[in-house]
């Protein structure tokens, strides 16, 4: 990892409470969960879900940082098990530490046990997925979108249409009452709109990880709307007195999540070579 950009040394905060996030983590590591969201944090996103892998040097790095620190955890949309796959986790020396919080923490994966710790999935999901052809059909929407099954969620994909944005806009909202008439919600991200169970969220998922291990900092990193709701849980844990740093995976796409992050990183080979750094320095 000598040759990532950000291995000498680690790039400072642009915020007081991000520098002072980071501060604590170095401090005492051994009471720190390092977070982080999978596509397009330690995966490129690419237009074929199917086809995403954690970055080349994702693996050595959180192997190198994971027994520094009280755990690491990836914090994602996808089923657990798939985010083990894609991200070659199990069976890896050094990673006893790490979790999979999949389905938005729904799921679980412990690098300890190699099990996944699965509820029922809410009836809504199965309804509405058996619904979708018919219904991108019908409102013309069909040719360029993807539908792909999560399991616990459904999404549908607009980046491979001729316009994804003019798509994405025009599928928001009959996708919002499609939604609502199977109990579910509408959760938006990159040029994807994921129909979900309410109550699922990223933010939950973090905040109740991070009182399981008693953390007493935290670092958070993603790139899209979907962890925003980590990055408000990170924020009330500052209020609550528990430093954070939270990081964006810098994209374009989502200046909501850029404006409130504390470090921008152009991407996943900078995130990896930011932890490999951060691997080093602690």
Known sequence: MGST????????????????????????????VVAL?????????VPDPEQARAHPGAVPALAALA??????????GRPAGVAVRYGGFAGVPGLDHLVVLGHYGAERWDAVTGTVRTPAPHPGVAAARAELPGFLDDIGAW????????????????????DPQAA???LRGPLAVLAARHGLIVEPGRMV????????????ALAEYVREVDAQAVLYAGDDLGDLPAFG??????????PGLLVCSGSAEVPELADRADLL????????GFLSALAQRL
């Open 67 to 76: 027994p520094k620190v009280a755990s690491v955890a990836v914090v994602t």
């Open 37 to 45: 969201d999978f596509d397009g944090t330690l995966a490129e996103i």
């Open 265 to 272: 990183l152009p991407g996943p080979a900078a995130v990896v």
């Open 168 to 170: 994405f806009e025009a």
């Open 233 to 242: 849980a990170v924020e009330k844990l500052r209020s609550d007195g528990v």
């Open 143 to 162: 040719h360029g979108t993807w539908i792909e099954e999560k399991g616990q969620a459904v999404a549908v994909h607009t980046r491979r249409a001729s």
């Open 5 to 32: 950009p950000y291995a000498h040394p680690l790039p400072t905060p642009s915020t007081p409470a991000g520098r002072d996030g980071l501060a604590a983590l170095l401090a005492r590591p051994d009471q720190a």
């Open 193 to 204: 709109l994921e129909l979900r169970p309410p109550g699922m969220d990223k933010g939950v």
